[in-house]
């Protein structure tokens, strides 16, 4: 009687420009993520493979660390599926690092905190350099503003008024634990942090103080549109160029890599019950 193969579960790191892609999700007859890592680890592994992510980013959207989970039979050193499966991976997406599961981790049911950044480039001209990477906004923004204004969005609250009004979550209502805005140069940056996020809430929370911060509105209006729970009141979505999924938190007792952003995390936010 031969022994059983040993199925293995593995976790990874995964950053990628979207620019080129439909998104995260395998769809047919049309770029992923999803799919082009797949074909880069199940020619690896030696067999087919089908990976699990912490969070689906949309058409155009980036990540500076997104996690998933697979499983597989083959038996490979941690170094030879992170050069292996990066040698097959276009340049637009590569795995940062790779770890042994511990216990039952699951990339998107043992997440309890995402964090995402936005990106916007504040200057009179485009960039040759960020078209795909940044979102231009001309006017000049107030970053100060922008970040009062964002603080009301803190706590559990109903998000209506910033879903998509196609959004499938079957509660609106999500735990915001911190949201940034700050300037660097000619950039303003939005790092903001939650449970979990809806669909097209983070670009809609962005299209609502860029429009405060523009001056087109007054900072109470990120008070208004949360108390109204409207979605079409609720302004523009902003593009997804500078949108990226910044980093994805897990209890310690997983052993993965965490960004330096959630020690702003409350102690409450980090308890995995």
């Not at 439909?22 to 592994?45: C, D, F, I, N, Y």
């Not at 050193?77 to 599961?101: C, M, R």
């Not at 999924?245 to 330096?260: A, S």
């Amino acid at each position: 009687m031969t022994d059983m193969p040993i199925k293995n579960r593995l976790v990874l790191g995964v950053e990628y420009d979207g620019a080129a892609y439909s998104g995260w999700q395998w769809q047919v007859h049309r770029p992923s993520v999803q799919h082009t890592l797949e074909q880069a680890l199940s020619k690896v592994a030696n067999h087919p493979v089908s990976v699990i992510c912490a969070g689906r980013t949309d058409s155009g959207v980036h990540a500076l660390e997104q996690v998933v989970h697979f499983e597989t039979y083959s038996q490979r050193e941690l170094h030879a599926w992170l050069l292996g499966s990066n040698t097959q991976l276009p340049d637009d997406v590569k795995i940062t690092w790779v770890k042994n599961a511990v216990g039952d981790f699951h990339a998107r049911y043992s997440a309890i905190a995402r964090f995402y950044r936005y990106v916007i480039l504040n200057r009179p001209v485009k960039s040759a350099l960020l078209r795909k990477q940044a979102t231009w906004c001309y006017p000049t923004l107030d970053a100060d503003k922008m970040h009062q204004a964002a603080q009301c969005l803190i706590g559990q609250h109903d998000f209506s008024s910033f879903r998509a009004q196609g959004c499938q979550s079957k509660s609106p209502f999500r735990n915001m634990y911190f949201i940034d805005v700050y300037r660097q140069g000619d950039q303003v940056i939005m790092d903001i942090s939650a449970n979990a996020f809806l669909h097209h809430m983070v670009r809609n929370i962005a299209g609502v103080l860029m429009d405060i911060g523009s001056g087109k509105q007054q900072i109470s209006w990120t008070q208004e549109l949360l108390e109204v729970k409207n979605r079409t009141l609720g302004g523009v979505t902003a593009p997804p160029d500078g949108l990226y999924l910044g980093g994805v938190y897990y209890p310690d007792h997983y052993g993965l890599p965490k960004h330096p952003l959630f020690d702003k995390l409350p102690a409450d936010a980090k308890r995995f019950d």
